[in-house]
């Protein structure tokens, strides 16, 4: 079944730009039909959804970071990617990955705006 | 944007104690409503999905209702793997998490 991994900088300093990767195994990026996003948690906070990237490379971002947010995707590497760009200590944070529940026919997929598959979460800390 | 709002933000209860946790928003969000349970250094696990379908693999003492601006988890009867922080999560052209709940041993 799919999984996903996120990998990244457990530390980045303030100002600078915080990169992760997420890696799907399981299953193709491009197969299609499912929406990739980044979702984070402050310490002992509630969830954030930062944004979406669509398998056709479109993407949806939170309006509140949506200035500083890029998210792309490598299929090659059946991957894709978080940038948060002048980071401050508020977004220190675990940061997930995940995949959008799809209904797929053989012809098509809808999504059911949920997310069921996560990945298992990276610490990131903003500290100089 | 749309607020979530959950209530109780935590919810004392003993094994075999039906549980019901309530999510509003702040405007309607027709059935476009998740419920997800998080264990301490876990990722969140999806339990229902469009307000009232159960995911796959989730034990059928889980269940929700609702709709518009008002919807409900319920456990039937409280298990001991069931002590957890659970949150909603809608889709209304982006997705926002309600604050949580946090359901601990009485």
């Known amino acids: 079944q799919v999984q996903l991994q996120e990998s990244g900088p457990g530390l980045v300093k303030p100002s600078q730009t915080l990169s992760l990767t997420c890696t799907v195994s399981?299953?193709?990026?491009?197969?299609?039909?499912?929406?990739w996003s980044w979702i984070r948690q402050h310490p002992g906070k509630g969830l954030e959804w930062i944004g979406y990237?669509?398998?056709?490379?479109?993407?949806y971002y939170n309006p509140s970071l949506k200035s500083r947010v890029t998210i792309s995707v490598d299929t090659s590497k059946n991957q894709f990617s978080l940038k948060l760009s002048s980071v401050t200590a508020a977004d220190t944070a675990v940061y997930y990955c995940?995949?959008?529940?799809?209904?797929?026919?053989?012809?098509?997929?809808?999504?059911?705006?949920?997310?069921?598959?996560w990945g298992q979460g990276t610490m990131v800390t903003v500290s100089s | 944007d749309i607020q979530m709002t959950q209530s109780p933000s935590t919810l004392s209860a003993s094994v075999g104690d039906r549980v019901t946790i309530t999510c509003r928003a702040s405007?309607?969000?027709?059935?476009?409503l998740a419920w997800y349970q998080q264990k301490p250094g876990k990722a969140p696990k999806l339990l229902i999905y469009?307000?009232?379908s159960l995911e796959s693999g989730v034990p059928s003492r889980f269940s929700g209702s609702g709709s518009g601006t008002e919807f409900t988890l319920t456990i039937s009867s409280l298990q001991p793997d069931d002590f957890a922080t659970y949150y909603c999560?809608?889709?209304?052209?982006?997705?926002?998490f309600g604050p949580g709940t946090k359901v601990d041993i009485k």
């Open positions: 995940a995949r959008d529940k799809s209904h797929c026919s053989s012809t098509s997929c809808y999504t059911l705006w949920a997310f069921d598959i």
């Open positions: 990237i669509y398998y056709s490379g479109s993407t």
């Open positions: 999560q809608q889709y209304n052209s982006l997705f926002t």
């Open positions: 469009k307000a009232s």
């Open positions: 405007q309607s969000i027709s059935s476009w």
């Open positions: 399981g299953g193709s990026i491009s197969s299609g039909g499912y929406y």
